[in-house]
């Protein structure tokens, strides 16, 4: 089974800084990375497939990066309404999230 | 508009069976792939099943292979789960989701339900 990693676990931000979550795969997938972004009792919302595509509607201010085992998320300029959870995803052979990144301030 | 929604979660107790439904409109439901995504009280969230647009294959995970069974009618456009010998590490809000296209592999979950609850406890 493929396994993912992510850190840090936590992020303590401010509006307007920007913000990096690196997410690391057991084995090599390519480019088959997703990221979500979760809010307690909100359906989860896809941000990049592929891991550097934009989902439809996504503000450009989030970005995706890697390739391989080693990918990374970007948030350029941090908003009130990013405060949330982040997950990546791996769906090269079935499906396995990440543990997960909370973003609070 | 595009939309999912959950239904069928409840308390159950351990050893029991339960059923989900996910009702999905404003899209051709049998295009697309569809999963089941469960995330624990204080966990993240965790792939649980998939089934192809046309419903003839799907997949599972380890831990609930041999109890779960997924399901669709694409007449409905009603995705289903169906557990049983259900104990207290199945409880979870349990969600659907959409696949980008028909295939369930190599496609990311584009649109999400709100979830549903089910809790195993006696």
Redesign the interface.
């Given at each position: 089974?493929i396994q993912m990693t992510q850190s840090p676990s936590t992020l303590s931000a401010s509006a307007g800084d920007r913000v990096t979550i690196t997410c690391r795969a057991s084995q090599g997938i390519g480019t088959?990375l997703?990221w979500?972004q979760?809010k307690p009792?909100?359906?989860?919302?896809?941000l990049i497939?592929?891991a550097s595509n934009l989902?439809?509607g996504v503000p450009s201010r989030f970005s995706g990066s890697g390739s391989g085992t080693e990918f990374t998320l970007t948030i350029s300029s941090l908003q009130p309404d990013d405060f949330a959870?982040y997950?990546c995803?791996q769906?090269?052979?079935?499906?396995?999230?990440?543990?997960?990144t909370k973003v609070d301030i | 508009e595009v939309q999912?929604l959950e239904s069928g979660g409840d308390l159950v107790q351990p050893g029991g069976s339960l059923r989900l439904s996910c009702a999905a409109s404003g899209f051709t439901f049998s295009n697309y792939a569809m999963?089941w995504?469960r995330q624990s009280p204080g966990k993240?969230?965790?792939?649980v099943s998939?089934i192809w647009g046309n419903g003839y294959s799907s997949?599972y995970?380890?831990s609930v292979k041999g109890r779960f069974t997924i399901s669709r009618d694409n007449s409905q456009n009603t995705l289903y789960l169906q557990m049983s010998s259900l104990s207290a590490d199945d409880t979870a809000m349990y969600?659907c989701?959409r696949s980008?296209l028909a295939s369930p592999?190599?496609?990311?979950?584009?649109i999400?339900?709100?979830?549903t609850l089910v809790t195993v406890s006696s």
């Amino acid at each position: 089974d493929i396994q993912m990693t992510q850190s840090p676990s936590t992020l303590s931000a401010s509006a307007g800084d920007r913000v990096t979550i690196t997410c690391r795969a057991s084995q090599g997938i390519g480019t088959w990375l997703a990221w979500y972004q979760h809010k307690p009792g909100k359906a989860p919302k896809l941000l990049i497939y592929k891991a550097s595509n934009l989902a439809s509607g996504v503000p450009s201010r989030f970005s995706g990066s890697g390739s391989g085992t080693e990918f990374t998320l970007t948030i350029s300029s941090l908003q009130p309404d990013d405060f949330a959870t982040y997950y990546c995803q791996q769906y090269e052979r079935y499906s396995t999230f990440g543990p997960g990144t909370k973003v609070d301030i | 508009e595009v939309q999912l929604l959950e239904s069928g979660g409840d308390l159950v107790q351990p050893g029991g069976s339960l059923r989900l439904s996910c009702a999905a409109s404003g899209f051709t439901f049998s295009n697309y792939a569809m999963s089941w995504v469960r995330q624990s009280p204080g966990k993240g969230l965790e792939w649980v099943s998939s089934i192809w647009g046309n419903g003839y294959s799907s997949y599972y995970t380890d831990s609930v292979k041999g109890r779960f069974t997924i399901s669709r009618d694409n007449s409905q456009n009603t995705l289903y789960l169906q557990m049983s010998s259900l104990s207290a590490d199945d409880t979870a809000m349990y969600y659907c989701a959409r696949s980008q296209l028909a295939s369930p592999t190599r496609n990311a979950f584009d649109i999400w339900g709100l979830g549903t609850l089910v809790t195993v406890s006696s």
